[in-house]
């Protein structure tokens, strides 16, 4: 069974930076693409971030495109979205997704003055 557990968010001000992590066990981690989505009080969730299995494709969206840099470590089953620059309006639970449509329970980061 394919377990995902997100960390790393919090409360920061806008202009700062915070590093979210997304570790997944119960699947060979080095064969899967894994990605970020972030859901918005009342909306659905949105594509944040993907990285391919060998960390070497990355795609973003506009809106966090440049800001937002996901990578991965294959030797400690992790992923990480490191977003800086952050702005008011990535206030959201951000979370992680993988095979067999697994999703992690989110981790909530607030971006505010």
């Known amino acids: 069974q394919v377990h995902v557990v997100e960390s790393g968010g919090g409360w920061v001000h806008p202009g700062e930076s915070l590093t979210l992590s997304c570790t997944i066990t119960?699947?060979?981690?080095?064969?899967?693409?894994v990605d970020w989505y972030r859901q918005f009080p009342g909306k659905e969730r949105e594509f944040v971030a993907i990285?391919?299995?060998?960390?070497?494709?990355?795609d973003y969206p506009d809106s966090v495109r440049g800001r937002f840099a996901i990578s991965r470590d294959n030797s400690k089953n992790t992923v990480y979205l490191q977003m800086n620059n952050l702005k008011p309006e990535d206030t959201a639970m951000y979370y992680c997704h993988s095979v067999g449509n697994s999703w992690g329970q989110g981790t909530q980061v607030t971006v505010s003055s």
């Open positions: 119960g699947t060979i981690f080095s064969k899967i693409a």
């Open positions: 990285i391919d299995s060998t960390g070497g494709v990355t």
